[in-house]
């Protein structure tokens, strides 16, 4: 309560500082300019439900692609796999005596580079991998989601199936590929090499590659880039060997899709916290009590402006919701910000490349000195409550974690669906002695 009066009497310094204007637009719900009465403030408690978000749209990027299984206490099992499209290399010529092909040795390998993993066995942390050959050429602008099943989109029998023993000292894993899948790049060299001259017609000839991972994996890989060679040896005429190398880049010219199964082993204690887990996974629903706080603070509306009692405009002066911690899990760090997404506008939102209106979406950002997520609702309610009614749409809320792109004034400019693994328990309303809530502060002028 203690954060609660001090709101209050910062809102009570504040109304004597207003000035006068009949300017009815939106900004006027906000900071009314007349002198301000009709002070009213409260509490409101949230509702909350746990749920499951894996329907996240990927991102058209390479970095921070899960790959392999780690399962914790609390979070579960997470299992990652990876589709992945490469880049064309440009006409590749191969050397030729008599018309012949004068190659020593050729190969292929696929070179998967990461920046860290987690693993449940330190002592001998692994991930077995099975690698498939895609069917289908993913569309650059298609979006594609965390659920994405890999295989619709691959062989079912794999070109290669591996065990690679990790260790702290190692940045990427290189594996061979098998020699018919290098004999279909040569004869591909050979009989056609306009195909590897454009990305277009390079996936339509080898769409790309699934990496799925096996029971017998124990770490989850962060991947940063992916790297296929065609590599061969062939001796000049000074008869000296020379090696060839050439490369097919996982970049952004082509997609790459992180699939991503969580089996949830989280059970709240007494239904007094929740799991809140990226990329995708538990997550929570909230409702805002948006109905009783109008009645509350009698507030009606006309379709263009926001009215309290004795037909007074509408100021909300102040209306924060805090999601309260219970605590940091020791395994995975916590995100950085939370968006708040109304229900019935997730997959348009999430589908683009937009910042959050504070209206629909609200970016919600951790504060140390109250240990709990804060989000600022006064946008969202002054215009809400310009209609003439509220309804169940405009109360529910879904929870995601996301990471933003900061400017060098500290602002966000971006916002992408968090990749990396992180979680963080957050109390619920059923807390009595912090519960999730909304304190509003309403004024009419």
Request: charged share 20%.
């Amino acid at each position: 309560m203690k954060s609660f009066f001090c709101l209050l009497c910062a809102a009570l310094l504040l109304l004597p500082m207003s000035g006068c204007t009949d300017d009815d637009d939106f900004n006027n719900t906000l900071q009314p300019q007349r002198d301000a009465i009709n002070l009213q403030l409260d509490t409101f408690r949230l509702t909350s439900s746990s749920i499951t978000l894996d329907n996240i749209p990927a991102k058209v990027s390479t970095d921070t692609l899960m790959l392999g299984i780690y399962t914790a206490d609390t979070i579960g099992t997470i299992n990652g796999s990876i589709l992945a499209q490469f880049d064309a290399s440009g006409e590749i010529s191969l050397p030729s005596e008599n018309g012949s092909l004068a190659i020593d040795s050729v190969n292929t390998m696929l070179r998967i580079y990461f920046g860290s993993y987690l693993t449940s066995d330190s002592e001998h942390p692994q991930v077995e991998l099975s690698i498939h050959r895609m069917t289908q050429v993913l569309a650059y602008r298609g979006v594609y989601y965390n659920n994405i099943d890999p295989a619709s989109y691959s062989d079912a029998s794999s070109l290669k199936d591996t065990l690679v023993e990790l260790n702290a000292s190692m940045s990427y894993i290189d594996i061979p590929m098998p020699q018919s899948f290098t004999d279909e790049f040569t004869s591909q060299i050979q009989n056609a090499s306009s195909t590897f001259a454009s990305t277009d017609a390079f996936v339509q000839f080898f769409p790309g590659l699934c990496l799925k991972t096996e029971g017998a994996s124990n770490a989850l890989l962060s991947v940063s880039s992916m790297v296929l060679y065609y590599q061969y040896q062939y001796e000049n005429t000074l008869g000296s060997k020379i090696s060839y190398s050439t490369a097919f880049f996982a970049n952004k010219n082509v997609r790459q899709v992180n699939a991503i199964k969580q089996t949830p082993e989280f059970s709240s204690k007494d239904g007094k916290e929740m799991l809140i887990l990226s990329p995708g996974g538990r997550s929570m629903s909230v409702t805002i009590p948006s109905q009783k706080i109008k009645e509350q603070f009698g507030i009606t509306g006309n379709g263009t402006t926001a009215l309290v009692e004795g037909g007074r405009k509408l100021a909300v002066s102040s209306a924060l919701m805090r999601l309260p911690v219970a605590k940091q899990l020791s395994m995975v760090s916590r995100p950085d910000y939370l968006l708040l997404i109304r229900k019935d506008k997730y997959d348009e939102y999430m589908s683009s490349s937009r910042l959050p209106d504070n209206v629909n979406e609200i970016l919600g950002t951790y504060s140390s000195s109250d240990t709990a997520y804060l989000f600022t609702l006064k946008f969202y309610l002054a215009d809400l409550y310009k209609r003439e009614t509220v309804t169940t749409d405009d109360c529910e809320f879904y929870v995601v974690p996301v990471t933003a792109t900061l400017n060098s004034a500290g602002n966000v400019v971006g916002l992408v669906s968090a990749s990396e693994i992180h979680a963080v328990l957050v109390k619920t309303e059923l807390d009595e002695e912090d519960p999730l809530r909304v304190s509003v502060v309403v004024t009419g002028f």
